[in-house]
């Protein structure tokens, strides 16, 4: 079994701050890309950005500059920094990653979600 557990969702004031962390537990061998989705009421899930193993970054454009995505391997957790945040960031947002399990099986998984609300 392996699960992937948020934090740090919530409402922030257009212009704030705010960090997203996602812990990866269970029966782990390897995590290869992690990263972070969001789906807005009424649109498609969207990527936000993601991180592979080796620390390569991909943003969605609508984000860049304003968002890092970060990950400890050590901890199995990947961070999301939220920086310059404008309405439209209001969305549930999903942790992903690519993990090889202990039974050697490769798959994606998937975090129940956290809301972040922008909005004066």
């Known amino acids: 079994q392996v699960q992937l557990a948020e934090s740090g969702g919530g409402l922030v004031q257009p212009g704030g701050s705010l960090s997203l962390s996602c812990a990866a537990s269970?029966?782990?061998?390897?995590?290869?890309?992690m990263g972070w989705y969001r789906q807005a009421p009424g649109k498609q899930r969207e990527l936000v950005a993601t991180?592979?193993?080796?620390?390569?970054?991909n943003y969605a454009d609508s984000i860049k500059g304003r968002f890092t995505i970060s990950r400890d391997n050590a901890k199995n957790t990947v961070l999301l920094q939220m920086t310059s945040l404008k309405p439209e960031d209001t969305a549930i947002y999903y942790c992903?990653?690519?993990?090889?399990?202990?039974?050697?099986?490769?798959?994606?998984?998937w975090g129940q979600g956290t809301q972040v609300t922008v909005s004066s």
């Open positions: 992903y990653a690519n993990i090889r399990s202990t039974d050697m099986r490769t798959k994606n998984y």
């Open positions: 269970g029966s782990i061998s390897s995590i290869y890309t």
């Open positions: 991180i592979a193993s080796g620390g390569r970054t």
